[in-house]
């Protein structure tokens, strides 16, 4: 379920980019780069055992 907001941050920054608010959509975008960064960090830790 978690893993859904990536994808819906992802599409309103495409969104924003395609009505030309480019700030907003750095911002959102720069939001889902976050999200996947903690989501694989916590991933990689908990269920594939790397440490980073």
Do not use: C, Q
């Not at 030309?20 to 959509?25: F, N, V, W």
């Not at 780069?33 to 830790?45: E, P, S, T």
């Amino acid at each position: 379920m978690y893993m859904f907001l990536p994808f819906l941050t992802a599409f309103i920054g495409l969104i924003l980019v395609w009505f030309e608010k480019r700030i907003a959509a750095l911002f959102v975008l720069a939001i889902t780069v976050g999200i996947l960064m903690v989501w694989f960090r916590f991933h990689a830790n908990s269920h594939l055992n790397i440490s980073l």
